[in-house]
């Protein structure tokens, strides 16, 4: 327990190619059996007292369906490994879950390469002719537009990629400083927010996929794009899911990252002190140096190369919302 919210879906999706069992044991003597403070809410103490339903299906429940997904995974790891006979349930495959390869390296970087003078000719900068010495006009219009969609398409496969193995610890860095120093980079270029995303995806997304009533990726759509035929249809507008097959890819084309009903749900967040109950503090874990100087780094050439108007990050193609 933390506070008076259950957190085993956090648990248990960090913990879930672990050996769980032993874990489990471990913390029986931290067991929280206390009694809840006056001042909690009504909504927390029904949670506790267990009057509310929703998250009694995420708590462990060996057979159940999570316990046999994590066996599944853990089979899938043991076989590969050649250790097909040991029991799934009683093993832990954490160090046979490798970290990103080399060649995952070779490809970032190659985009990056790529990357950079298609982000300065759209800035209006020439850099795909030689002046001989003489100043260089700036590129056409339509060049710098065709710069900035494809510039946009590949940071997307770079800056997203990279920050989310990144906030996940999936790099070869061995020192989480360092990763989390990634995520922040990658996502304070793309104006976004670590802790923003910690929470949305890491802790939220991870740990209630495909819930419609829990999963911010499918909470956040609401009313716009109904990403899951669990969800009730009546809590979307009608006539965008009829044609959301066409809709779509046009809302998250310019959308990338976050949809339109995400965006106000993180400002209603904001004004009102908290992001899913949790203080919008602890859950940003505060703002680097490094992120303000990467913020204002992003915007102020954007200014300078008077481009405010053309920049177009096309992300729907990479974007694991509509996967």
């Not at 009683?90 to 490809?107: D, L």
């Not at 219009?141 to 193995?165: E, I, K, M, N, Y």
């Not at 104006?191 to 956040?220: A, K």
Request: charged residues 20%; proline residues 6%; contains cysteine.
């Amino acid at each position: 327990m933390k506070g008076a919210e259950d957190i085993t879906p956090v648990f248990e999706s960090y913990h879930a190619l672990a050996h769980s069992a032993a874990i489990r044991q471990n913390l029986e003597k931290f067991e929280w059996t206390g009694k809840l403070m006056d001042d909690v809410s009504e909504r927390e103490a029904a949670l506790v007292g267990g009057t509310r339903k929703e998250p009694v299906r995420y708590r462990w429940d060996e057979g159940g369906f999570y316990a046999v997904l994590i066996a599944r995974v853990k089979a899938y790891f043991l076989q590969k490994h050649g250790r097909a006979g040991v029991d799934p349930r009683k093993a832990s495959v954490n160090r046979f879950v490798k970290e990103a390869p080399p060649a995952w390296y070779f490809k970032e970087l190659l985009i990056l390469v790529v990357y950079l003078p298609l982000f300065t000719c759209m800035l209006g900068y020439n850099v795909f002719a030689t002046g001989l010495g003489e100043a260089l006009p700036p590129p056409p219009l339509w060049v710098r537009a065709t710069a900035a969609v494809l510039a946009g398409a590949l940071l997307q496969s770079f800056s997203f990629c990279t920050l989310h193995d990144a906030s996940h610890y999936g790099l070869l860095f061995k020192r989480p400083r360092v990763q989390e120093a990634v995520s922040r980079l990658c996502n304070a270029w793309t104006l976004w927010h670590h802790g923003l995303w910690v929470m949305h995806h890491v802790y939220g997304h991870h740990s209630f996929t495909g819930d419609p009533e829990r999963d911010p990726d499918l909470v956040h759509a609401r009313p716009y794009l109904r990403k899951s035929i669990l969800a009730p249809a009546e809590q979307y507008d009608p006539f965008l899911v009829k044609w959301q097959r066409f809709f779509a890819p046009a809302f998250m084309m310019v959308m990338p990252g976050a949809s339109l009903g995400q965006t106000q749900a993180y400002l209603r967040g904001l004004r009102e002190g908290n992001l899913w109950h949790v203080s919008i503090t602890a859950a940003s874990g505060g703002t680097r140096w490094y992120e303000y100087v990467t913020y204002a780094a992003a915007v102020g050439l954007h200014v300078v190369g008077g481009s405010v108007w053309i920049s177009f990050w096309a992300g729907f193609v990479p974007q694991h919302e509509i996967l």
